[in-house]
C-alpha cells in the first residue's frame, strides 16, 4: 500500500517541522475526510497540500508518484 509506504516519510517531516508547521493525517474515508477531499480536491492516497500562513495551497501533490519530499521540504520552509 502506497499511503502506508509514505508513512515514515511523513513522520520525518513531522519531526523535522514540529513548531514550524502543522502536519495533519486525515483519513478520507471519515466524514472529515469526505468534506476535506472534496473541498480540496483530495480523491487519491496518499496526497500532500501545504497551506501558507493566510490558508493559501502553496503546493500540491495527488497520487501515488512517490512521496515529494524535497517540493514539500521547500514548500513548507517558505
Known amino acids: 500500500m502506497v499511503c ?7 513522520d520525518g517531516l513531522e519531526e523535522e517541522f514540529e513548531g514550524r508547521a502543522f502536519v495533519v493525517r486525515v483519513e ?22 501545504a497551506f501558507d500562513r493566510s490558508g493559501d495551497v502553496v503546493f500540491r501533490r495527488n497520487g501515488s ?4 519530499l524535497k ?8
Open 4 to 10: 502506508l509506504a509514505a508513512k515514515p516519510v511523513v
Open 28 to 49: 478520507l474515508s471519515s466524514e472529515a475526510g469526505r468534506l476535506l477531499g472534496r473541498r480540496y480536491d483530495i480523491d487519491t492516497v496518499p496526497s500532500f497540500v
Open 65 to 68: 508518484g512517490g512521496v515529494p
Open 71 to 78: 517540493e514539500l521540504r521547500r514548500a513548507l520552509s517558505d
